[in-house]
Every structure is written in structure tokens, then in C-alpha cells.
């Protein structure tokens, strides 16, 4: 591929540095694990490197920038030159990369399970660094760390593992996530973007792949992290005024709270030309959510929530600003919502005292006091979108309902039960009226469990 080039050797490493932007540190630690480039020395130890050289650094250089690892750039250089040069090497061997792909992330997805199910923390780090070695950042976030992560959840889900797993691997990953934000290359446009998970919410990888796809695409980011505080968002708004703000929420009491922040910031973003985008788990699988929020959905995963991010930074670069489709939730709701959370104390604490006379023995006694403040929680969120339906699957809310002790399904159906009678004893007809929906659909959820 190079032989054109001469392979005199002419360069000090500072020179060669300065030719091909890689620092010398980078080129030393490509000779050691990779044996590429190989420049001979001195008498006096020093290495001199050749224009071949140079071009070699140069085309690695310009792979890693396109999104391959410095393994993946050097194994496609040597398929090359043990190819023939007639035009097809390149997109053979390109080819010959990747077609084993989909096999490689399955066994490493397999790998990753194991070593969560055994805490093993070495055997997940092992399979992660040999995912990052073989395939592009971006591909291994969407193809690997993503369905591992869904693997976990629904085995939790169905109790073939504790949470305890799920945030061991977790933890992990997010730790490999954020070495990787941290190396990314420097800041190279002008936008800049804030990113943080609403209050409430802990479930912040998906947000955190954004951030750094966001940011290897040259993107200034400001990652906050998880469960940030409404004022810790207008703070950041106010006195970093970025391009574009971004939230996320996975769960549906998260998701309430992410809607009340976008409001309370609406003022401030109009006034500052700020866009304010929002995405997470909760409003991909309900999308009537999104028709109440005062912002830009912008996708269900992290390519295209990044793609949409540029897409709209561009537009509002070229003042093509897009309107959100948004419905506010009307007074009658928002006056019952407001009953409900002035009458918080007392449903909960004759909620409790339901609950007492029917297990006072009962060891999960603690958890089901618990599960009567998450169920009136997120009650009081599905009211607060104006849609009682979100309520109707249980899978988008037991996340939130479950206690960290966890109890069983039907013990969470006593403790909903007492809920809404409690809410029954307690609040004013007309409020009452608005609510039943709201507790009927999330009766009907535990009745189609069990029907099922």
C-alpha cells in the first residue's frame, strides 16, 4: 500500500509528531502494543521514522477519526497489505472486519451476563475492552452495552436476578463510558449542550452514550449527571446559555417530574434561544406523553437522538426553529393533581393503617408502607400527564413501584388496593371522580397479570 514512499529514516519523533498531529506518547504506545509504526534508532537509542511512515501514521490516524479503535485500524492495515493491491483490497477487507460482527457481540453480550450474574467485575472488563478494541465506540454503546443492559432488566423483571446485579454491571459500564467522555477528541464546533437525568430519575447510561456521541462529534457537552434538581437546570441555563438543553427520564415519576422542569424553564429558554430536547425509555414506549411536554422528542435511541440533536442545531444555526407539539393538561386535572398532593399525608397514613390490619405480621410489612408512597407517587405522575392509560401496563411503572426490598406481585396489589380506598375515604367528589380512572387502570394492570 505504502511502497511509493520512501522509507529513509529522517524524522525525530518531535517532527513526526508535528506532521501527523498524534502526540509522541500516542506513537510510542502504538509501537509497544501494536508494533506499528516500527522505526529503527540511533547509535544513542533515538527513533528516526521515514515519509512511509509518516503516510502509515497519517491513514491510522484518519481510520480512528472515522470511528474504528487503533486495534481495528491496524488489523484492516495489515488485511490490506497481505492483500493484493488491485483496487478490491480495501472493501474486502473492510468487509471481512465486520462479518463476524453480529456472532462477536452475542458471545461478548453472553460474557458480560456472566460475569454480572457472578460479579465478576475483571470478566466484564475483559469482554468490554475487547469489544472497544474490535468495533467503533458508537457500535458497541447500540449492539453490546444496550441489549446487555435489557437482558438484565427483564431477568430482574422476572426475578432471575436481584437489582443488586443489574447495578453492579451498571456501574461498570458507566465508569467505562465516562473514561471514554473524557478522552474524546477536543471541542471543534461552537454549539454547546447541557445533558442531565430529571429529578428522580438514576437510570442515566442512555443519556450518557448521547453525551458522548454528542461529544465525538465535536460537541461542547456539559454532562450534570443524574437526578438533577430543576434549580441546578436553571442555574446551568442561565449562566452557561447553551445551544440546546437535554433531559431525560426513564420511569414514569421521573418522567412527571421531567415535564414539570421543562415548564418551569420555558421563560427562560424563549428569552436565552435555547432548545430544549427530551427523550428516555418512558416516552418511547408511551408516546401520548410526549404531546405534553413543552420540548422536542428527539428519538428512542442513542444514534438517532445524537443525528436529531445535530440535525436541529443546524436548523436553529440557520434560524429554522421547530415548534413542539404541545398539549397542556387542563385546570380540572391540574386542580386535582394539586388535592392530591395536599392530601398526600392522610391517604398515605390511612393507606398504612389498611395495610396493618391485614399483615401486621407480615415480614415485607415495611416494604408494602413503602409501595403505598411509590403507587400514590406515580398516580399522582399519570395525572399529571392527564392520562390515566399509562397505568393500564404494568410495565411502565413497577420499576417505580417496587420497594428495594421487593415484595411479590400480589402483595403489590394489596398495597394498591389500600391505596385507593384510602383515596376513596379522603378526597372531595368532583377530585374523586377525576381519579377512579387513574386507580381502576392500575387495578386492571395487576388483573391482566394475573389473567396472564
Not at 203 to 214: A, T, V
Not at 356 to 376: F, G, K, V
Request: glycine residues 6%; aromatic residues 6%.
Amino acid at each position: 500500500m505504502f511502497e511509493h514512499y520512501s522509507d529513509e529514516p529522517v524524522y525525530n519523533v518531535k517532527a513526526i509528531s508535528r506532521q501527523t498531529g498524534v502526540a509522541a506518547a500516542t506513537l510510542r504506545a502504538w509501537e509497544r502494543r501494536y508494533g506499528v509504526p516500527s522505526p529503527p534508532r540511533t547509535d544513542s537509542g533515538y527513533r528516526l521514522y521515514s515519509a512511509r511512515d509518516v503516510a502509515i501514521i497519517r491513514w491510522l490516524k484518519s481510520h480512528i477519526e472515522d470511528g474504528m479503535s487503533i486495534s481495528q485500524a491496524v488489523n484492516l492495515l495489515r488485511s490490506l497489505e497481505a492483500q493484493s493491491t488491485d483496487g478490491r483490497a480495501g472493501e474486502s477487507a473492510a468487509r471481512s472486519l465486520q462479518s463476524d460482527a453480529p456472532a462477536s457481540y452475542q458471545r461478548l453480550h453472553d460474557e458480560i451476563i456472566a460475569g454480572a450474574v457472578e460479579f465478576d467485575e475483571e470478566h466484564i472488563e475483559y469482554a468490554l475492552g475487547e469489544a472497544f478494541s474490535l468495533f467503533p465506540v458508537e457500535d458497541v454503546c447500540l449492539h453490546l452495552i444496550q441489549p446487555a443492559l435489557t437482558t438484565l432488566g427483564e431477568k430482574w423483571h422476572v426475578g432471575e436476578i436481584n437489582v443488586s446485579v443489574e447495578h453492579f454491571a451498571t456501574n461498570i459500564m458507566r465508569r467505562r463510558l465516562s473514561a471514554l467522555m473524557a478522552a474524546s477528541p477536543p471541542v471543534s464546533r461552537e454549539e454547546w449542550i447541557v445533558s442531565g437525568c430529571a429529578p428522580g430519575e438514576y437510570h442515566e447510561l442512555g443519556i450518557l452514550m448521547i453525551s458522548l456521541f454528542l461529544r465525538r462529534r465535536g460537541y461542547g457537552v456539559i454532562y450534570l449527571g443524574q437526578n438533577i434538581a430543576a434549580a441546578r437546570f436553571q442555574e446551568m441555563l442561565l449562566k452557561k446559555q447553551p445551544d440546546l438543553l437535554l433531559l431525560s427520564a426513564s420511569g414514569l415519576i421521573a418522567a412527571a417530574n421531567l415535564l414539570e422542569v421543562v415548564e418551569g424553564l420555558q421563560p427562560h429558554s424563549t428569552q436565552l434561544d435555547t432548545l430544549i430536547a427530551f427523550g428516555g425509555r418512558v416516552f418511547n414506549n408511551l408516546p401520548e406523553l410526549r404531546r405534553r411536554v413543552p420540548g422536542i422528542y428527539v428519538g428512542d435511541d442513542a444514534q438517532t437522538v445524537a443525528r436529531r440533536i445535530g440535525e436541529l442545531l443546524a436548523d436553529k444555526a440557520s434560524e429554522i426553529i421547530p415548534e413542539p407539539s404541545y398539549i397542556p393538561v387542563d385546570a380540572e386535572t391540574l386542580d386535582a393533581l394539586a388535592v392530591l398532593r395536599r392530601l398526600h399525608p392522610e391517604i398515605i397514613a390511612i393507606a398504612a393503617r389498611l395495610v396493618q390490619n391485614h399483615i401486621a405480621d407480615d415480614p415485607a410489612h415495611d416494604q408494602l408502607l413503602q409501595a403505598n408512597e411509590n403507587l400514590l407517587q406515580i398516580v399522582g405522575s399519570a395525572l399529571r400527564f392527564g392520562e390515566p392509560t399509562v397505568l393500564r401496563n404494568r410495565a411502565n411503572w413497577l420499576w417505580d413501584a417496587l420497594p428495594p426490598g421487593g415484595i411479590t406481585s400480589a402483595q403489590l396489589q394489596r398495597a394498591a388496593q389500600a391505596l385507593a380506598e384510602a383515596a376513596e375515604s379522603i378526597l372531595p367528589s368532583p377530585q374523586l371522580d377525576l381519579l377512579q380512572p387513574y386507580f381502576q387502570e392500575m387495578q386492571s394492570a395487576f388483573d391482566r397479570h394475573d389473567a396472564a
